[in-house]
T-cell receptor, first 118, second 109 residues
Framework: ETGVTQTPRHLVMGMTNKKSLKCEQH?????MYWYKQSAKKPLELMFV???????ENNSVPSRFSPECPNSSHLFLHLHTLQPEDSALYLC?????????????????FGEGSRLTVL | KNEVEQSPQNLTAQEGEFITINCSYS?????LHWLQQHPGGGIVSLFM???GKKKHGRLIATINIQEKHSSLHITASHPRDSAVYIC???????????FGTGTRLKVLA
């Protein structure tokens, strides 16, 4: 139990569906992240929220849309995905030292949401 | 070529063996992290170190800043150590974690 909870753990969706991934952290952290993990590739940073503000969008296609309503919740809205988007999506949180320095603290990961796009 | 390279990519060991996983990096970092990912997918942080050596139970992590190299050692390995071990660098003027591709370890009983 890392204090970061992701739902659902598994998701299968068609290319025309709209779904959302949810992440909740109970650690009092002020920075949250979405990562994508594909087979045999390093973890890829997708989005960073620092003090509820999006501070990083790592050239992610617009079919992925993040939302951070408060410092303990993070969503990833999915629509019109492609089969190559099938991957493990990991949420993480950390305690940033100050605004603009998200990620300087230790990362705590959720269990991940395994997404399959048919 | 990744900025953080790990070796080996895959490793199979017998229970009780001493295991070493290596990590080399080509970018400036202020901290090096070792992470463990179990088959279910969740990732747990094992160590964060910026110099010297840290020990936690049967796990030991070392870093040589000058050589830009870190090692993770597992003593008296056990099948429950089977997982993917990932090293990552942070700092050097950026908050981003730079991840290696991971080392898949299987410990046989």
């Amino acid at each position: 139990e890392t204090g970061v909870t992701q739902t659902p753990r598994h998701l299968v969706m068609g290319m025309t569906n709209k779904k959302s991934l949810k992440c909740e952290q109970h650690l009092g952290h002020n920075a949250m992240y979405w990562y994508k993990q594909s087979a045999k590739k390093p973890l890829e940073l997708m989005f960073v929220y620092n003090f509820k503000e999006q501070t990083e969008n790592n050239s992610v296609p617009s079919r992925f849309s993040p939302e951070c309503p408060n410092s303990s919740h993070l969503f990833l809205h999915l629509h019109t995905l492609q089969p190559e988007d099938s991957a493990l999506y990991l949420c993480a949180s950390s305690q940033a030292q100050s605004r603009g320095l998200a990620g300087t603290g230790e990362l705590f990961f959720g269990e991940g949401s395994r997404l399959t796009v048919l | 070529k990744n900025e953080v390279e790990q070796s080996p990519q895959n490793l199979t060991a017998q229970e009780g063996e001493f295991i070493t996983i290596n990590c080399s990096y080509s970018v400036g970092i202020s901290a090096l992290h070792w992470l463990q990912q179990h088959p279910g997918g969740g990732i747990v942080s094992l160590f964060m170190l910026s110099s010297g050596k840290k020990k936690h139970g049967r796990l030991i992590a070392t870093i040589n800043i000058q050589e830009k190299h870190s090692s993770l050692h597992i003593t008296a390995s056990h099948p429950r150590d089977s997982a993917v071990y990932i090293c990552a660098g942070t700092g050097g003027g950026t908050y981003k974690y730079i991840f290696g591709t991971g080392t898949r370890l299987k410990v046989l009983a």
